[in-house]
């Protein structure tokens, strides 16, 4: 491969240039702060910056996001310490889910048969209460089926069924997945 060549082609971060020096020298250096373990104030600020967040969300410290205006996150979603949202393309995740510490949402790829390493971004989206666990990795274009987890240190580069539990790098079914209702 030609690195040397390596260019974005028809890609797009999706805002204007002063939208994304913004955000790389303030709205994440806040996002992912220690030193502001304000839970609010990272929502408010993800929202500014054109994340679609519903309510009772919450972002624990160090969390990063790549681009916030790729971002789209449902109710009562928890996103836990130092989590990666690497968002070239959409992430979407639903309400009820829960993406552990640690855990890299990677979202592009390249051409390894490209002479110059072509960039292949692709959307990442998890569906209604699935657990992603701690230090997982899920790559582009991956969909999590509703109620999946994927166990701690899972890895996969491919969609998971629905109510499904996977472990293992490359992640594989190992049960399923059956939830008790034990509200009063």
């Known amino acids: ?17 002063w939208k994304q020096l913004l955000w790389y020298f303030i709205g ?20 500014s910056f054109g994340a679609k967040i519903g309510q009772g969300v919450r972002i624990k410290n160090g969390v990063r996001v790549k681009f916030p205006w790729r971002l789209t996150v449902g109710n009562h979603v928890w996103i836990g310490e130092d989590a990666w949202i690497d968002n070239l393309a959409d992430v979407t995740i639903e309400s009820h889910a829960c993406i552990s510490q640690g855990v890299y949402l990677c979202t592009g790829n390249h051409d390894w048969n490209h002479p110059d390493f072509k960039l292949i971004p692709a959307p990442i989206y998890i569906q209604e209460s699935s657990w992603i666990a701690a230090k997982s990795i899920i790559g582009p274009g991956v969909t ?22 996977y472990a293992g790098n490359p992640a594989e079914p190992i049960k399923k997945r059956k939830i008790t209702d034990i509200r009063m």
Not at 1 to 17: K, V
Not at 28 to 47: D, I
């Open 144 to 165: 999590i089926g509703r109620g999946a987890v994927l166990t701690l240190g899972g890895v996969t580069g491919r969609s998971l069924e629905p109510m499904t539990v």
């Open 1 to 17: 491969m030609r690195l040397d060549n390596y260019n974005l082609g028809t890609y797009t971060p999706g805002a204007p240039y």
């Open 28 to 47: 994440s250096p806040l996002v992912e702060s220690y030193w502001l373990p304000l839970n609010n104030f990272k929502v408010s600020l993800l929202r």
